[in-house]
């Protein structure tokens, strides 16, 4: 990310279904076509009204559980601005509430317990000891005080996180394709904001 003329290049990153929210969307999906088929096999001709809102409520629900998973992000001047399925824009997570970032790693069978579910969100996250966590230039690594704290999420799998410790202990965790390049991006936008 390169200064311009009194400005911040932006990053474009994106964060991607893992196995676990292709499953979920892949389980919606059959167990919605099971129930279809079963309500049309037992109701005959008037069970069609029925087995159409179903397969649409199936079909809403499976586009949800998309979007929450497919997630792109736009690092910039103001902080990080996170979109759901790359169209719906969230609440940007303020730049002016960062105060370091680091790469995180978890194993990826400790995802869910973690965060409590996958995709964007928001819970108590268990917070990072220094082992697990690796600097990216030029700032310094930080762990927040107690077991856990409020942190805004966009995770689909474990493995290297991006980690965003904020000033009012508050936390960031990210799961981006290209974890260093996010993590660059955000230490970039942090320091032009100093």
């Given at each position: 990310?390169?200064?311009?003329?009194?400005?911040l290049a932006?990053?474009?990153?994106?964060?991607?279904?893992?196995r676990v929210?292709?499953?979920?969307?892949?389980?919606?999906?059959?167990?919605?076509?099971?129930?279809?088929?079963?309500?049309?096999?037992?109701?005959?001709?008037?069970?069609?009204?029925?087995?159409?809102?179903?397969?649409?409520?199936?079909?809403?629900?499976?586009?949800?559980?998309?979007?929450?998973?497919?997630?792109?992000?736009?690092?910039?001047?103001?902080?990080?601005?996170?979109?759901?399925?790359?169209?719906?824009?969230?609440?940007?997570?303020?730049?002016?509430?960062?105060?370091?970032?680091?790469?995180?790693?978890?194993?990826?069978?400790?995802?869910?317990?973690?965060?409590?579910?996958?995709?964007?969100?928001?819970?108590?996250?268990?917070?990072?000891?220094?082992?697990?966590?690796?600097?990216?230039?030029?700032?310094?690594?930080?762990?927040?005080?107690?077991?856990?704290?409020?942190?805004?999420?966009?995770?689909?799998?474990?493995?290297?996180?991006?980690?965003?410790?904020?000033?009012?202990?508050?936390?960031?965790?990210?799961?981006?394709?290209?974890?260093?390049?996010?993590?660059?991006?955000?230490?970039?936008?942090?320091?032009?904001?100093?």
């Amino acid at each position: 990310m390169a200064r311009t003329s009194g400005t911040l290049a932006p990053f474009k990153g994106r964060v991607r279904p893992g196995r676990v929210a292709w499953t979920r969307v892949a389980l919606t999906l059959v167990i919605g076509a099971a129930i279809c088929i079963f309500v049309l096999l037992t109701f005959g001709d008037s069970g069609i009204g029925t087995a159409v809102i179903l397969a649409l409520g199936f079909a809403g629900y499976a586009a949800w559980a998309w979007l929450r998973t497919s997630i792109t992000f736009v690092v910039d001047e103001h902080g990080v601005t996170p979109r759901l399925g790359g169209f719906f824009t969230r609440p940007t997570w303020p730049l002016e509430n960062f105060r370091t970032v680091q790469l995180r790693t978890v194993a990826p069978e400790r995802v869910g317990s973690l965060v409590g579910n996958i995709g964007l969100g928001r819970a108590e996250v268990t917070v990072s000891t220094m082992g697990e966590v690796r600097p990216v230039a030029p700032l310094k690594p930080r762990t927040l005080v107690g077991p856990q704290a409020d942190t805004r999420f966009a995770v689909t799998h474990g493995g290297e996180l991006v980690e965003i410790i904020g000033r009012d202990g508050r936390a960031y965790l990210l799961s981006p394709e290209n974890p260093r390049e996010a993590a660059e991006a955000i230490a970039a936008a942090i320091s032009f904001a100093r």
